[in-house]
């Protein structure tokens, strides 16, 4: 057993115990902060793996945009933990039947399903050698060459989901003092200031 | 058994963390006592522009007064609000101070001796070097939410929120600039970015002894200011120092904390800010390369070349901070969106259609 194996479980460890501690932690803020821990410990998993480009994309993605965003709508919630409790009993029965009736047909699915003896399927882009190339080049070959128009398409439709959300959410406020900057680097003394003469006693 | 144990537990379970531990150990303290002298250079600078003295009573000059600071720091007593959520609120210094640290492992500050030899003194030489600083300094921003969250005070709140805004904002536009040094080198290894800067301009232009020309600060010329100006907003340095603003938010996100925890937090603070000053001489100004390629200049350690420019962009920061007057947030958030970011994509495209069509790409 070398070194990497006690890292594999201790990082799979710390996954699983920090994704049980996502659903189960009481307070909202903490379970993003378990979330959090789970995905810098999946990035630990892929480390492992060799696939340092995906370990470093995960973090850099998953913990440094997508949990930022997740922690600060959940700190700018106002959760009132009583009132959340409140129903809890009332709708147990309803999500324990659906929660069983899902259970129990997994149960069957996976009690009727057969394996045909391994898959035989090979892939499309053979998988190049580590040792000869970096597993960034690697992903970068197989994205922008050979799949560049799934990943031009990706990113269109992304796009359009970014358009569509602003769209939705965008409220112009017409009281809303504006700032131009052009404006702003225009302005001359000419144009901005005015000297009076003040007589003694009288004020303007 | 002992032939197992020295074979494979002794050398890769023992050995190496031992190994790594003492590489660590020996970059961090010496680290750590640069951070004391950033931070005195910082108040001497400041000092000096508004013909004051700074800080002048410990030790010759007051060369002494980051030790002292120091230790007055420790021997405070850490208050914790009633009203705070304790875990965090102990959590965010330590996570501040162990990201900023972190981030260290891949900066190459040296080569061999004469430069020029093609190693690098670095303690991790990874292959996705920069994205590992990217991902670890995008942790960065946790200390500071968590910080001002956990203080259960309106302050720090607000002044979370604006910072997190703020760091999220300029990284992309840091990302961006990053990403155009990378295509001139091919690389994601920080040690392969100084060494491709070995040659470049300075060559074509026929002045291969100016090796000064060949960095990336004059064929990427824009793209260095903005790195420069984005570095200060990640940092919140300032003039963008909203997330601190005195006048409006008394010291924001570590108004709650104090003694060792604040420590932390003024440590992280520093140690990110020198260490956006190591990646832009990486990234801009050739690293541990000698300016000449003149003999006296070659025999100098790299490391040496190194420290200078690290301090020459310290400074410039510190002047910065000296004489700049502090952003309104939305002018900020303006110059990060509207100008920085259109700029920066636009000099992505442009770098990568002329070492494309020139036939320049590595």
């Given amino acids: ?204 | 058994m002992v032939e197992y144990f020295w074979t494979a537990i002794w050398p890769w379970i023992i050995w190496t963390p031992i190994l790594k531990a003492i590489q660590s150990l020996a970059f961090i303290v010496p680290l750590l006592i640069l951070i004391a002298y950033i931070i005195y250079a910082d108040r001497k600078i400041w000092a000096a522009v508004q013909l004051r003295r700074g800080p002048n009573v410990v030790g010759p000059w007051g060369l002494l007064q980051s030790f002292a600071d120091m230790a007055k720091f420790l021997f405070k007593e850490p208050i914790i609000p009633s009203g705070s959520n304790k875990i965090l609120f102990l959590l965010a210094p330590l996570i501040t101070a162990f990201v900023t640290i972190a981030v260290w492992a891949v900066i190459p500050v040296g080569s061999g001796w004469p430069a020029n030899e093609g190693t690098s003194w670095v303690v991790a030489n990874i292959n996705v070097g920069i994205l590992y600083v990217l991902a670890i300094s995008s942790l960065e921003v946790y200390g500071i939410i968590i910080g001002g969250w956990a203080s259960n005070s309106k302050y720090p709140f607000l002044s979370a929120l604006r910072s997190a805004g703020q760091m999220i904002s300029y990284e992309v536009s840091i990302g961006f600039v990053i990403v155009t040094v990378l295509l001139c080198v091919g690389s994601l290894n920080l040690t392969d970015i100084v060494l491709a800067q070995q040659t470049g301009l300075a060559n074509w232009l026929g002045v291969p002894t100016l090796t000064i020309l060949n960095w990336f600060w004059l064929p990427l010329f824009p793209m260095f200011i903005v790195f420069v100006i984005s570095a200060l907003a990640e940092t919140n340095r300032p003039p963008f120092d909203l997330p601190e603003a005195e006048s409006e938010l008394v010291a924001g996100f570590m108004v709650e904390y104090s003694s060792s925890l604040y420590m932390l937090f003024m440590l992280g603070e520093y140690l990110a800010v020198t260490f956006m000053c190591a990646m832009t001489t990486i990234l801009f100004l050739g690293g541990w390369l000698p300016p000449a390629d003149i003999a006296i200049f070659n025999w100098i350690p790299g490391v040496v070349w190194f420290m200078l420019k690290l301090w020459l962009v310290f400074f410039m920061f510190a002047m910065v901070k000296a004489f700049v007057p502090r952003y309104r947030y939305d002018q900020l958030m303006r110059l990060g969106w509207k100008v920085f970011l259109p700029l920066s994509l636009f000099m992505v495209v442009a770098v990568a259609s002329v070492l494309h069509f020139f036939d320049l790409a590595p």
Avoid: C
């Avoid at chain 1, 959940?74 to 959760?79: A, G, N, Q, R, T």
């Fill in chain 1, 1 to 204: 057993m070398g070194i990497a194996d006690l890292f594999f479980y201790l990082f799979s460890a710390l996954t699983t115990g920090s994704a049980v501690m996502v659903i189960s932690a009481r307070n909202p803020v903490h379970a993003v902060m378990f979330l959090i821990l789970a995905f810098i410990n999946a990035a630990g998993l892929f480390l492992l793996l060799g696939a340092e480009f995906l370990a470093m994309l995960l973090i850099i993605v998953y913990v440094g945009a997508v949990a930022v965003l997740f922690l600060f709508v959940v700190m700018m919630l106002d959760v009132d933990f009583a009132e959340l409790r409140a129903g809890y009993m009332k709708y147990f029965p309803l999500g324990a039947t659906i929660g069983f009736i899902l259970l129990a047909e997994l149960v069957v699915l996976f009690g009727a399903w057969k394996s045909d003896g391994g898959i035989s399927v090979t892939p499309k882009v053979p998988i190049p050698d580590t040792a000869a190339i970096t597993n960034t080049e690697a992903i970068g070959h197989v994205l922008y060459t050979d799949y560049i128009f799934y990943f031009e398409a990706v990113g269109i439709i992304l796009l359009t989901a970014m358009v569509g959300a602003i769209v939705l959410t965008f409220r112009q406020n017409e009281n809303a003092k504006r700032q131009n900057i052009g404006d702003q680097i225009a302005r001359t003394p000419e144009t901005s200031i005015e000297i009076k003469k003040v007589e003694t006693g009288k004020g303007i």
